[in-house]
């Protein structure tokens, strides 16, 4: 995967950047991006992380684990 790609979820877009052991997943703000959640790689199904290393923004393993993450977001208030 290269350093960040864009994936649309339910039609919102979001920015997702891999550091180390974990994707760091945030939203662009006009010019800047909001880091809102670091997911551990290794929570995520292998389809999802393949996905990632394909760069592959409409693969469903990866839009199924995302649409956790912004659940879980949402449901913590973010």
Known sequence: MSDEMTITVDNEEYVLRPEGDTLAMGR???GDTVWLED???ASLSEGARSALER???SDEALLLALRGVVAAEVQ???
Do not use: I, K, Q
């Open 76 to 78: 913590r208030g973010g």
């Open 28 to 30: 662009r703000v006009g």
């Open 39 to 41: 997911v551990a790689l």
């Open 55 to 57: 760069g592959d923004s």
